[in-house]
């Protein structure tokens, strides 16, 4: 079993960056993709960008070229620096790895709040 904390999350003004952090523990050897998803009041939750364990990136074009998702393989650490932080990125933001054995493990989310 892998568990997940995360930290980071917190209020900004539009403009302003925030980073938010994932730990893993546990069966950790497992782990493969490591991401972070947002959902929204309202809203299905949606990928906001994700990371291999080869270190290839993949981002919603909503958030290209404003955040940036980095890992840390021998610390089972992911981290999303988000800059330039809209109005429209506030919502829940919640770590997500996929392990080798096909299975998927959430964070506990964290609230991320953008006023205008």
């Known amino acids: 079993q892998v568990q997940l904390v995360e930290s980071g999350g917190g209020s900004v003004q539009a403009g302003g960056s925030l980073r938010l952090s994932c730990a893993a523990s546990?069966?950790?050897?497992?782990?493969?993709?490591m991401a972070w998803y947002r959902q929204a009041p309202g809203k299905q939750r949606e990928l906001v960008a994700g990371?291999?364990?080869?270190?290839?990136?993949n981002y919603a074009d909503s958030v290209k070229g404003r955040f940036t998702i980095s890992r840390d393989n021998a610390k089972n650490t992911v981290w999303l620096q988000m800059n330039s932080l809209k109005p429209e990125d506030t919502a829940v933001y919640y770590c997500?790895?996929?392990?080798?054995?096909?299975?998927?493990?959430w964070g506990q989310g964290t609230q991320v709040t953008v006023s205008s």
């Open positions: 997500y790895v996929a392990t080798s054995y096909g299975s998927v493990r």
């Open positions: 546990g069966s950790t050897y497992s782990i493969n993709t």
């Open positions: 990371v291999s364990t080869g270190g290839s990136r």
